[in-house]
């Protein structure tokens, strides 16, 4: 049985891990898309994440954050760019043609000022940081500053997630304990379709044995004191500091789906290509091909009745 201390290795230990998994290799096409995509856009760099990194079906929608110096770096009109400003992050839906076949992705985008709030512990919006304790790949970057930027925001994210899962989590429990029971936390507080296995199925496999690397790593990096026995942790967590977390997480709880139906509303103004998306998911669900014209995709509000319409004559509401 081992007392363990703040060791400032440790927190060299989380960066390498998090280091060796951003730098890992993904599909060429991915590459591909992201160069396109990027352009001559004065970008710091884009991290892929999600379902499309872990099942690595390229015929589903893939999932990309952004990272900006500035709001004016991304092109897209005033409006978008204040709203991202108020409320980050904005979406986008993107297609292109790699290699003959279409590759279709959502696109979050954010300045790196946002991603380092965003990942801070007194922050009221689990979202980011809830996401970039998972597992990413830093497909695209602008120079090692910007790496190097962009890299202390995860270790930011995984330092708070580990935290959280301390002050939340059981007593005593292995490290994928600990994470199921906050990604448990996390999955509440949000409006998500998923099921509710889904905080298990994040943990299945491969990824199991990183995040279980994770936890003491980021627990001692942090000063947090615990010991271990075996694959048993046994965080120092007074039940007095457990009782503030609790109530500080039912304000954070309170206040997440909130947050996403905001986001939800602000999308329907600032999702560009959200239409083509629609029309895809449409599409891949229902075989019908809602065909539109280049006016109903710049303009989906305006249309929405005749679109919705359309699909109820074609029976998609009764599948």
């Known amino acids: 049985m081992d007392d363990v201390r703040y060791d400032p290795l440790a927190a060299g230990q989380v960066a390498r891990l998090l280091t060796d998994e951003l730098v890992r290799p993904v599909e060429p096409a991915v590459t591909a898309f992201v160069g396109e995509l990027v352009g001559d856009a004065p970008v710091l760099g884009v991290l892929f994440y999600g379902s499309g990194l872990r099942q690595v079906d390229m015929e589903g929608i893939l999932d990309f954050y952004i990272v900006l110096d ?8 005033r409006a978008a760019r204040e709203a991202n400003a108020l409320l980050p992050p904005n979406v986008e839906y993107h297609e292109r043609i790699i290699d003959g076949r279409t590759v279709r992705a959502k696109v979050a985008i954010l300045t790196l000022g946002q991603f380092r709030a965003l990942t801070a512990r007194g922050c009221l919006d689990t979202t980011i940081w809830a996401r970039f304790c998972q597992p990413a790949r830093l497909v695209w970057v602008r120079d090692a500053v910007a790496a190097d930027a962009i890299l202390g925001c995860l270790i930011r994210a995984v330092g708070v997630a580990a935290w959280w899962a301390a002050m939340l989590g059981p007593e005593s429990g292995s490290a994928l304990a600990y994470w199921e029971s906050l990604f448990r936390r ?13 905080p298990s199925m994040l943990l299945a496999g491969e990824p199991g044995t990183r995040f279980a690397a994770l936890l003491p790593a980021a627990w001692a990096a942090s000063g ?12 120092a967590v007074p039940a007095g500091a457990r009782a503030r977390a609790e109530r500080q997480w039912r304000v ?12 939800l509303l602000k999308a329907a103004f600032t999702f560009a290509g959200g239409a083509r998306y629609i029309a895809w998911k449409v599409r891949r669900h229902s075989g019908f091909d809602l065909a539109l014209t280049p006016f109903e995709a710049r303009h989906p509000l305006i249309c929405l009745p005749r679109l919705l319409w359309r699909l109820k004559r074609a029976g998609v509401f009764r599948r």
């Open 70 to 77: 500035r709001q004016a770096d991304w092109a897209r009109g």
């Open 186 to 198: 996390t999955y509440a507080a949000e409006l998500r379709v998923e099921g509710g296995n889904r």
């Open 224 to 235: 947090l004191s615990f010991r271990q026995e075996g694959e048993t942790l046994y965080p």
């Open 252 to 263: 954070r709880a309170g206040l997440g789906r909130p947050l996403n139906v905001a986001r």
